[in-house]
């Protein structure tokens, strides 16, 4: 079971770029990585997706590492409407859904 | 645009009530998962579906029971709500065979007094 760490939170001003690393240093072969924004009194929403290398779409960019050890959330030119909490999980796809940990997430406060 | 709706955003209940929580999604999914959300324990699953009638227990799913008796409906029934089970209830939907990249509900808060 792939168990991740990440920040309890961060803070930022708009117009920056925030990265948000996590660690899952027993990730196995088949493993997928993937990211979830939750923004206050909703569900959580799937923001991007990767196995390896760089992942970009208008959301955000997902940066992995060749040793799959961590993997990094990019959001460009953050906004106040950013301020949300963020969850990587880590688990291969079509597994059983036991394997299920969506952990307790990155708070990020973006400020003006 | 795909949909999760769940039947009500806020609930509050009498401890030995009994309780549905209602998800629907309008996607076709076989998949469907119940989570709680704590403060500071992140999402927890309950519950999940794999297909009509069928489930399995998730890591938390002492005090509660499920029913999918149609494929886009998922019901969560707590027996006799406690105190313990005031919280946010999450419910999602995923297309197999993934179940990493899933569509989850608004969440329904509920209250138990």
């Known amino acids: 079971l792939a168990k991740t760490t990440q920040p309890i939170s961060m803070d930022s001003y708009e117009g920056q770029e925030v990265n948000i690393t996590c660690s899952h240093n027993?990730?196995?072969?088949?493993?997928?990585i993937t990211w979830y924004q939750q923004f206050p009194s909703q569900g959580p929403r799937f923001i991007i997706q990767?196995?390896?290398t760089k992942v970009t779409n208008e959301v955000a960019s997902l940066f992995i590492p060749a040793d799959r050890k961590s993997s990094t959330l990019s959001l460009p030119r953050v906004s106040l409407s950013d301020t949300a909490v963020y969850y990587c999980?880590?688990?291969?796809?079509?597994?059983?859904?036991?394997?299920?940990?969506f952990g307790t997430g990155t708070r990020l406060l973006v400020s003006p | 645009d795909v949909k999760v709706t769940q039947s009500s955003r806020y609930l509050v209940k009498r401890t030995g009530e009994k309780v549905f929580l209602e998800c629907v999604q309008d996607?076709?999914?076989?998949?469907m998962f119940w989570y709680r959300q704590d403060p500071g324990l992140g999402l927890r699953l309950i519950y999940f579906?794999?297909?009509?009638?069928?489930?399995e227990k998730g890591d938390i799913p002492e005090g509660y029971s499920v029913s999918r008796e149609k494929k886009e409906r998922f019901s969560l029934i707590l027996e006799s709500a406690s105190t313990n089970q005031t919280s946010m209830y999450l419910c999602?939907?995923?297309?197999?065979?993934?179940?990493?990249?899933?569509?989850f509900g608004p969440g329904t808060r509920l209250t138990v007094l």
């Open positions: 996607m076709d999914h076989e998949n």
């Open positions: 990767g196995y390896k």
């Open positions: 999980l880590v688990v291969r796809g079509n597994t059983g859904f036991q394997k299920l940990v």
């Open positions: 579906s794999y297909d009509v009638k069928m489930k």
């Open positions: 999602a939907s995923s297309l197999p065979p993934r179940v990493d990249t899933q569509y």
């Open positions: 027993n990730i196995a072969t088949n493993d997928y």
